[in-house]
């Protein structure tokens, strides 16, 4: 079946980094476009960054220029590299795969923490 699992979360220090990793099975992970979201406690969930199937990516403004997602086909995983973490970037971030509009999933989460 179709999973999608997150890992690489947890606590850290404002200003330092994490490397989330989510590791795709059971569908052609090549062909989908894969995306990070987060949601923030009392906060709707939103898009972080996406990333198409040819390898074509954006990112909410905020997170420009802090954050780059990658994917490794052959390693079917998707990658957020986060830079500069301040306390509003606490939040679970999911990982999510699209492709077309009959075709979607979604992990179940990882908690970052960014705290003193």
């Known amino acids: 079946q179709v999973q999608l699992v997150e890992s690489g979360g947890g606590l850290v220090q404002p200003g330092g980094s994490l490397r989330l990793s989510c590791a795709a099975s059971?569908?052609?992970?090549?062909?989908?476009?894969m995306s990070w979201h987060r949601q923030a406690p009392g906060k709707e969930r939103e898009l972080v960054a996406r990333?198409?199937?040819?390898?074509?990516?954006n990112y909410a403004d905020s997170m420009k220029g802090r954050f780059t997602i990658s994917r490794d086909n052959a390693k079917n995983t998707v990658y957020l590299e986060m830079n500069s973490l301040t306390p509003e970037d606490t939040a679970v971030y999911y990982c999510?795969?699209?492709?077309?509009?009959?075709?979607?999933?979604w992990g179940q989460g990882t908690q970052v923490t960014v705290s003193s």
């Open positions: 999510n795969a699209q492709r077309g509009a009959f075709f979607e999933a």
């Open positions: 059971g569908f052609t992970f090549r062909s989908a476009a």
């Open positions: 990333i198409s199937a040819g390898g074509n990516t």
